[in-house]
């Protein structure tokens, strides 16, 4: 079942050209990753499925109904989230409250007064939410910036997983991250495909995007340059799709080092 | 993890209270009982009460802002100014004393309302905006007195002040009401939640869906309000509305609240924590006047605990982010 269709998608900021019609489609429960240089548009492109941006012309659906008039909040109501490269964390205060900021559950304290935070259900569903990730955090009563890059991002991960999702797009979520740390990002990234829930990856690290993804979209100059099965492609045909032409063996090499 | 940075885990997560805080408390208090025979008794002890009921209250606005990200230079003028305006409601306008209490709670609230406004609208910093107020409150109250003290406020003024029901000083009760009810707030609520997370990082809080600006103003009104509440406490208690009355007040609140394990920058705060730091500095004051040190020393030793206390605090920070 196709869940997300974009048709055409343009947007300009004032006399610069950003996307120039992008075509892009997305299965339920599929592990899609969007690749391309700096500038080439993919920062720009989430933003209008996410509707910060708004399109200037072209169609986004979700589950087939048009979501190109939704501001950023009712889309995300809809199943789209975001986690930013900066995971907008607040670093000093723990999982429970990071996973549900804004959306504490509340009682009344002594059945009175209402608008006080329920502490122990909000903790408890916060551990709920690591173990449905298959996560192993230090202890959820930590504050987050005590923590390393990758546990963090599993925090990130488990707030967005409380929206009930059905399509989380990553900005770059294993760019700073220690060796090992990429690999359980990865495992989390594949335990959201296991439950259904579609996944666009951003990244420049082509070794993950290879190792996670069932297709690769390769943005280029503001087009949707190439649609690679990931099955079928190697590490030549990204590089060279990514940088146009020539000879890229050579960074493809470098790449595959990497 | 050693025995020592459990406990000091536990106490900050289960009480709200720095342990380093804590034993500062108790230990500044044994030096002051063994220096001075007058120290350890409980006149003494209600007299560092009354004493920091005033700070008390600034504290805990001092607290709310800067764990918000927010600073409020204005506490000491807005204070002051609150005194005289429920001092002139009573005496000039003989209202009824109720309008009088009012007029203190409003005056401040309003001055912390156009604080709010300001930072959240005009993008002019909370350090200039308040730096303003403090000069411009100030003014505004000599305007109001003619520069004078405002005297013979009514009876029921003047028990707020100086009534002792049960012995214990009425400003003792008001603070330790206003401390129960400020902890709770911030602790516990999701007020209180969205204002620790706004200080630790406006992106995270604005991605949440909670109202900063909204939320900032809400902030400095309640800050200017309870300003107000520390000025009726003073004028009360010495009997006379005084433009010049809280110069100088925020340096010591800010510090009470520095001291009580607020982090300057914000995204951690905790009343508790902070009625710790008060009595901090009430245990200072009162001990350096009952060891007869005039009084401009103090003024310098409550500069100097405030730089040591960020100090410390940023010290901890770092070796905490070393880890």
Request: one cysteine or more.
């Amino acid at each position: 079942m196709t869940l997300l269709t974009l048709q055409g998608i343009r947007k300009s900021f004032g006399a610069v050209d950003v996307l120039h019609g992008v075509d892009l489609s997305v299965e339920a429960g599929e592990v899609i990753g969007l690749v391309g240089d700096n500038g080439a548009g993919k920062s720009t492109l989430m933003k209008t499925i996410t509707g910060i941006y708004r399109a200037d012309a072209g169609s986004i659906e979700l589950g087939g109904r048009d979501i190109l008039p939704l501001d950023p909040g009712q889309r995300r109501e809809l199943g789209i989230e975001m986690i930013y490269q900066d995971l907008s964390l607040a670093k000093q205060q723990d999982v429970a409250a990071n996973i549900f900021l804004g959306r504490e559950p509340t009682k009344k304290l002594f059945g009175l007064i209402p608008g006080f935070v329920d502490k122990a259900e909000m903790d408890r569903q916060a551990a709920k939410m690591i173990e449905r990730l298959g996560a192993h955090l230090p202890s959820i009563n930590r504050s987050v910036g005590s923590f390393s890059g990758g546990q963090q991002q599993t925090v990130a991960i488990a707030r967005a997983l409380t929206f009930n999702p059905k399509l989380v797009i990553m900005d770059e979520p294993t760019a700073a991250l220690a060796v090992r740390e990429v690999q359980s990002v990865l495992d989390l990234i594949r335990r959201l495909k296991s439950e259904g829930i579609a996944v666009i990856l951003i990244s420049h690290r082509l070794n993950d995007v290879l190792a996670v993804t069932d297709r690769i979209v390769v943005l280029r100059h503001g087009r949707a340059e190439a649609n690679l099965v990931t099955a079928k492609t190697n590490m030549n045909e990204v590089v060279g799709r990514i940088v146009g032409g020539g000879d890229t063996s050579a960074a493809a090499a470098h790449e595959q080092r990497g | 993890m050693s025995f020592w940075s459990r406990v000091q885990r536990a106490s900050v997560e289960r009480l709200h209270i720095r342990l380093e805080s804590l034993l500062v408390l108790v230990a500044l208090s044994a030096v002051m009982a063994v220096l001075s025979p007058y120290f350890l008794s409980l006149s003494n002890f209600l007299n560092i009460l009354l004493a920091t009921s005033t700070i008390g209250v600034l504290a805990i606005a001092a607290t709310f802002v800067i764990g918000s990200g927010g600073l409020d230079l204005s506490l000491g003028s807005v204070m002051g100014l609150a005194g005289v305006a429920g001092a002139f409601v009573a005496v000039n306008l003989g209202w009824p004393s109720v309008f009088a209490v009012c007029a203190c709670i409003i005056a401040g609230g309003l001055a912390g309302y156009i604080n709010g406004q300001l930072v959240t609208r005009a993008f002019v910093p909370a350090f200039i905006v308040t730096l303003g107020m403090l000069g411009l409150a100030r003014g505004l109250a000599l305007v109001i007195s003619q520069g004078r003290a405002i005297y013979g406020l009514p009876p029921e003024i003047v028990y707020i002040g100086q009534g002792r029901p049960f012995g214990v000083p009425m400003p003792v009760i008001l603070l330790v009401l206003t401390a129960i009810v400020a902890h709770c707030l911030l602790a516990y609520t999701r007020f209180g939640r969205h204002t620790l997370a706004l200080g630790d990082s406006e992106g995270a809080a604005r991605a949440a869906g909670i109202r900063v600006e909204h939320h900032r103003r809400i902030i400095y009104t309640l800050s200017g309000a309870l300003a107000g509440l520390a000025g009726l406490l003073f004028t009360a208690r010495v009997n006379a509305g005084d433009p010049t009355a809280g110069i100088n007040y925020e340096l010591t609140a800010i510090t009470a609240a520095i001291i009580g394990g607020t982090n300057l920058f914000g995204g951690r705060a905790s009343i508790l924590g902070t009625m710790i730091g008060a009595l901090i500095m009430g245990v200072l004051q009162n001990g350096l006047t009952l060891l007869a040190v005039q009084s401009y020393y103090q003024q310098m030793a409550i500069g100097a605990v405030l730089i040591l206390a960020v100090f410390i605090d940023q010290y901890q920070v770092r070796k905490e982010s070393r880890v």
